[in-house]
């Protein structure tokens, strides 16, 4: 019966712990998301602008 019982203990302390360290996981996950996310809309962002300002440059070349 105690050996039950410590087993069922150390069975929810792993399930906790695995848990945590799921949830830290994928907190993690979400911000290196976010911040590439980010990254690539600032791309998208600056390759826009950078094609908006090509044809300006040609008619000011030409």
């Known amino acids: 019966m105690l ?3 410590s087993l069922s203990l150390s069975l929810s302390l792993s399930l906790s712990l695995s848990l945590s360290l799921s949830l830290s996981l994928a ?15 600032r791309r998208i962002a600056l390759s826009s ?12 070349q030409g």
Request: glycine share 0%; charged share 5%; hydrophobic share 60%.
């Open 3 to 5: 050996s039950l019982i």
């Open 27 to 41: 907190l993690s996950l979400s911000r290196s998301l976010a911040l590439a996310l980010a990254l690539a809309l």
């Open 49 to 60: 602008i950078q094609l908006h300002t090509t044809p300006a440059q040609i008619q000011i």
